[in-house]
C-alpha cells in the first residue's frame, strides 16, 4: 500500500513540476500582495515590492493613498492586524533567517518575536496578547502560539507517521 501511495506521490508531483502551479512562476510578476483589513475598516495593510525587496504599506482604501511602515533590505510580508489595530504581526527574512516581528502602525517599536533557523511564517492575532503562526522547525510544518510576554513559542500541533500513513 505505502509504495501505491509513493507511486502515486511521485507521479503526481511529476506532472505538477511539468504543468506548473500559478503560485510558481506563473503569470505576472508579484507587485502588491497580502492585504489585510484594519479591525475599523478604514486601512488596508499589504506587501508592495519595492527595489530591496517587499516591505509593508498601509492604504486608504478610498483616497488609494499609500504610506511605508517597513524600509529595510529585507523581505517583510505577510502582515496581520493587531486586534485594536495599533499593531502588526508580519514576517521578515533578515539574518537568512525567516521569524515572525510585531511594529506598531506608524513604524515604531519594531520587535523580533521568534529566532528560530527554521521557517516561522502565517502570523496570525489570537487575542490581544498572542500569535499563532506555522513553522517547519521539528521538520514538518506544524502550528505554533507565542504569548507577547514570554516571547517562547509553544508547539499546539503534532504530526506523526502514523497520522500521516
Known sequence: MKRIVLLGL???GLVFSLTGCSMFNQG???QNWQPSVSPSSDEIVFSSKEENGF???LMDPDSGEKTRITNNDYDDW???WGPKGERLAFVSKRDDNTDIYLIDVDGGNETRLTTNESQDVNP????E???IFNSDRTGSWEIFTVDL???KPIQLTSS?????G
Open 10 to 12: 511521485l507521479i503526481g
Open 160 to 164: 506523526s507517521s502514523e497520522e500521516e
Open 55 to 57: 516591505e509593508l504599506f
Open 124 to 127: 496570525r492575532w489570537a487575542g
Open 28 to 30: 505576472p510578476e508579484i
Open 149 to 151: 510576554s514570554e516571547a
Open 129 to 131: 496578547s498572542e500569535i
Open 78 to 80: 505577510g502582515p496581520d
